[in-house]
């Protein structure tokens, strides 16, 4: 197994945690519920778009200058806020996970 497929598969797992970093232990219930539903429902969404021009891109076909697939992200609209929000939300756990293990370390 590569472990570009490793390192996503962790992210996947690990990604309902990466919108909780600023999370206390004194914030309400509904706090951090909402914490964890936001960060789900925006990979829910540019999930599938981001997959099919990755795919475009990976895959290049002979019969086309450009594929529709690259564009179905950018036509949705809201789409480059949403995908803003997913990448700080993976930049925000990949580094408290960084922090958290220096820490443990030290």
């Known amino acids: 197994m590569r472990w570009s497929c490793i390192v996503v598969l962790g992210l996947g797992v690990l990604a309902p945690l990466a919108n909780t970093a600023s999370l206390t232990p004194d914030d309400p219930p509904r706090q951090t519920a909402n914490a964890f539903t936001s960060f789900r429902d925006d990979l829910r969404d540019v999930r599938e778009?981001?997959?099919?021009?990755?795919?475009?891109?990976?895959?290049?076909?002979?019969?086309?200058?450009?594929?529709?697939?690259?564009?179905?992200?950018?036509?949705?609209?809201?789409?480059?806020?949403?995908?803003?929000?997913?990448?700080?939300?993976?930049?925000?756990?990949?580094?408290?996970?960084?922090?958290?293990r220096r820490h443990a370390g030290s």
């Open 49 to 100: 778009p981001l997959r099919e021009a990755r795919n475009a891109v990976m895959h290049v076909s002979e019969e086309a200058y450009y594929d529709d697939r690259l564009f179905k992200i950018m036509n949705k609209r809201g789409s480059a806020a949403t995908v803003r929000r997913v990448h700080r939300g993976y930049a925000r756990l990949l580094l408290t996970e960084l922090q958290a």
